[in-house]
């Protein structure tokens, strides 16, 4: 029988109607649906013992048919275990097991007519219909919820620019998120279970509420807490964008079939050289391009201007029809880059990594459960499931840069960004990569991938060339680049624009058909006026704080424990120089009648070099030798206060147990006073020792961000611990020294050294001369003074760390205002 079609484009054949607990769906004919507890799924079903995909619902040329899925647990009908089934009359499946199995009741009918009704009698407040600016074809999944839920329509492919649904606003409140009591249901692990609301404040006026989302809900591109809508105005969350059209939201879907628009692209520095002059090429969807070009010629550049993550001084670069640039905070979340150094840990083992890593991605609401489900997915599409338990340090070179894509596929980005993939791999290795790059932009994304190599460029769909001055030399299919060059080779071509440095490359390409056929007949839109534009308001945290600093703690620790000779050290470095203090003659230690102790300096000023020197050296490679990891991680929205919080938090603990042994040790056999200033003098030691060492470790922090190589910091650690020791006020007589005096009041060593002599009354016991010190006072006012200007150090160093870091976040070049 033909398939012939009503007014709506339906096709009248019959309809299966699918009702499990939580809602009904209808499915038509033309595709297979999958049900499971994947929450992609297109029939979710969330009881425990239904597999990820447990069947598949499909019209084949006999009727409807179920198919077990190789379920763990099974599919049943009537008590008995199925693998396939003809549907064909009002049929009750159990899914997982026999007798209490998840129910899945399934019966035929007619298609519904072509008028949406509004079941008043169901208390419905919205609906969901399909857009009557585009037909329904045969592939289309129709989910309809009852007992007061919305009506949902859905695409399992829909084009990136079209609706794949249409949710009409009756009235009330609207809730949407990932959960299943949600009146609109966003299944997508970027979005939180109870994500945002959707509220009419008056009669045709609706506000969106976001409701402490992790990733955030985003009004025309910018994050907001609350906006009100008028037409026209976009509302983002994970993939999924709502566009309010009258009383009506028309949801689209990024699937990853998304077509990219580069557009006359400029980059100057502030002197005015120009890095990257009038690019323009389009991206098709699900292609591999490749960028090639001599050094220098402005790839970086490029790269760091088609990510969002340094804007373009001029041009545009629209994503699916959307100015990357202005919507940049939303959009930042469907983009994944890969730099040319590993963006994961590599002393931990690879699913460990990447928990860790969808910790900090996903929503805190995500269960742990969802988490291992998608790392394993991702595990298994680039094939390192049986690489899961192997530290990354232990893989081969291409097996790390997996790892590395993995990690950014764990978001299901549409875009892909690779900078130098292939570097330092043998050929075998080199193409290994690359074809797995293809396949991965064939399966439903664009991959942009920035090399040197030129060995597999076949594998890419097109090709970018850039010569020297940024300008755009070609673009289009590899095997016509050697021909637009008329070389032989691309080395010879790379020694041509050597050999030819004033020859016009980028002119010669635009005379060429080949720019007509491949960059000048690429989407171009109408955009309108120019809006005037402003930086946004810095958007909300992407996620709960405390979540971050638990999963980064957690995270750091394992690192720690996993470099079993660091641990090593850390543990010994503490005992050594207690030793070393414990073997310097002290004679009386830090006792003796007035004025007759000359060793009690030395000792103290030992002691809290020491503790200065443990500090520092714990903290001043921390940072810069994560940089990478950080810049990625904080374009994915990580907070620089939670990462900063998080160094000090351990290794401050580290540091103050560092600092109570090494004292300890240190005066092993030595006479104390047997009281302080307020309690015993050996607990006020170790607490001036201890707040110093944190003093220390924050300097070694502020030093580690500002520096650009770890080779850096060793140099600094001994010009900063020899400062330290010479401005302690016990090797040099400070007040009424000139320049030095001054200097000691910047230095941590200088106020944790008066604290203890304070304790101990030093300049008592062993007096200067010229006068006392006037930091070195026995009582409590300057007790609390020392030690309070030693934490107020830290706390500068900190906050100058911290602005360091911050800085160290994409660009943005501006955005539309949001209506708060």
């Known amino acids: 029988m033909a398939d012939k079609r009503s007014s709506t484009g339906f096709p009248e054949s019959p309809v299966l109607v699918v009702q499990t607990r939580e809602r009904v769906y209808r499915l038509r004919a033309g595709n297979s649906y999958h049900v499971g507890r994947d929450p992609d799924a ?112 859905s695409r399992s492919s829909p084009p990136a620019a079209r609706p794949s649904a249409v949710v009409r606003i009756v009235s009330g409140t609207l809730r949407m998120g990932r959960a299943a009591d949600n009146d609109i249901v966003v299944p997508d692990l970027m979005v939180s279970r109870h994500h945002a609301e959707l509220r009419m404040i008056a009669e045709d006026r609706y506000r969106v509420v976001d409701l402490g989302s992790h990733n955030g809900t985003y009004f025309n591109g910018s994050r907001v807490d609350a906006a009100d809508l008028s037409e026209n105005d976009l509302i983002g969350m994970g993939h999924t964008t709502y566009r309010l059209v009258g009383n009506e939201l028309r949801e689209s879907v990024d699937t990853g079939d998304i077509s990219v628009c580069v557009q006359d692209l400029i980059v100057r520095t502030p002197e005015g050289k120009v890095l990257l002059d009038d690019v323009t090429f389009p991206i098709p969807q699900r292609s591999l391009v490749g960028v090639i070009g001599p050094s220098g010629a402005g790839k970086s550049t490029l790269l760091g201007a088609v990510t969002g993550l340094r804007p373009a001084t001029e041009g545009t670069v629209r994503y699916d029809g959307r100015d990357l640039y202005t919507d940049y905070e939303e959009l930042r979340h469907r983009i994944g880059l890969v730099p040319q150094e590993d963006i994961l840990h590599n002393q931990l083992p690879t699913r460990r990594a990447l928990l860790y890593a969808a910790e900090l991605r996903f929503p805190g609401d995500t269960r742990p459960e969802e988490r291992e489900q998608r790392v394993d997915e991702v595990l298994e599409e680039l094939g390192l499931t049986r690489h899961a338990d192997t530290r990354i340090d232990q893989l081969s070179g291409g097996q790390r840069k997996r790892v590395s894509v993995a990690l950014e596929l764990l978001t299901k980005p549409s875009l892909l960004f690779l900078d130098e993939p292939t570097s330092g791999l043998d050929p075998g290795l080199d193409k290994t990569v690359m074809e797995m790059l293809s396949e991965l932009a064939h399966d439903g994304r664009t991959v942009i991938v920035v090399t040197h190599s030129v060995a597999n460029l076949d594998s890419c769909d097109r090709l970018l060339v850039l010569v020297p001055g940024g300008r755009l030399a070609y673009y289009g299919p590899p095997a016509e680049g050697l021909q637009q060059f008329a070389q032989r080779s691309w080395a010879e071509v790379f020694q041509a624009f050597d050999r030819e440095e004033d020859r016009d490359w980028a002119a010669a390409f635009r005379e060429s058909p080949r720019f007509q056929h491949y960059v000048a007949v690429g989407p171009t839109e109408d955009v309108g006026p120019v809006e005037t534009q402003r930086p946004p308001a810095p958007p909300p945290p992407p996620q709960s704080k405390l979540s971050q600093l638990s999963t980064l703690c957690r995270r750091y620790l394992a690192v720690i424990a996993s470099d079993r000779s660091y641990l090593a050290l850390l543990g010994v470095m503490p005992l050594l120089l207690g030793g070393l203090i414990a073997a310097v003659p002290s004679g009386e230690g830090f006792t003796g009648a007035p004025g007759t102790n000359t060793d009690a300096p030395t000792k103290l000023m030992i002691l809290v070099f020491g503790a200065c020197f443990v500090g520092t050296g714990n903290s001043i490679r921390e940072i810069v030798k994560e940089q990478t990891i950080y810049r990625r991680e904080r374009a994915a929205g990580l907070s620089p206060g939670v990462y900063l919080m998080s160094k000090l938090l351990v290794l401050g603990v580290i540091t103050v147990l560092q600092a109570a042994v090494l004292f300890l040790i240190g005066t092993i056999g030595e006479s104390l006073p047997p009281k302080g200033i307020f309690t015993s003098a050996e607990v006020e030691l170790i607490l001036a020792m201890a707040l110093l060492g944190i003093a220390s470790l924050a300097m070694g922090l502020l030093v580690s961000v500002s520096v650009n190589t770890s080779e850096k910091t060793l140099p600094l650690l001994i010009v900063l611990s020899m400062a330290q020791l010479v401005l302690t006020g016990g090797l040099v007589r400070l007040p009424g020294t000139p320049v030095l005096e001054q200097l000691s009041y910047l230095s941590p060593s200088r106020w944790g050294f008066g604290a203890g002599a304070a304790t101990l009354d030093l300049d008592t016991l062993s007096p200067h001369d010229g006068g006392p010190d006037p930091l070195w006072k026995h009582t409590l006012g300057t007790w609390l003074l020392d030690m309070g200007v030693v934490a107020g150090l830290a706390a500068v160093f900190l906050a100058l760390a911290w602005y360091r870091l911050y800085q160290l976040r994409p660009r943005r070049r501006g955005a539309r205002p949001a209506r708060i």
Not at 47 to 59: F, T
Not at 67 to 90: C, K, Q
Not at 113 to 119: A, L, N, Q
Request: hydrophobic residues 30%.
């Open 42 to 153: 297109d029939i979710v079903v969330t009881d425990p013992r239904v597999s990820s995909v447990h069947a598949v619902l499909e019209r084949g040329s006999a009727g409807w048919e179920i198919e077990d899925a190789h379920s763990l647990n099974g599919t049943f009908f009537d008590g008995h275990r199925v693998d396939r089934m003809l549907i064909d009359h009002d049929e009750t499946f159990q899914l997982g097991h026999a007798m209490d199995g998840e129910q899945l009741a399934c019966s035929l009918e007619t298609p519904p007519g072509p008028e949406p009704e509004t079941d008043g009698d169901r208390g419905g407040d919205t609906m969901v219909v399909p857009d009557p600016g585009y037909d329904l074809d045969d592939e289309a999944t129709i989910t309809q919820f009852e007992s007061g839920l919305p009506r949902r329509v």
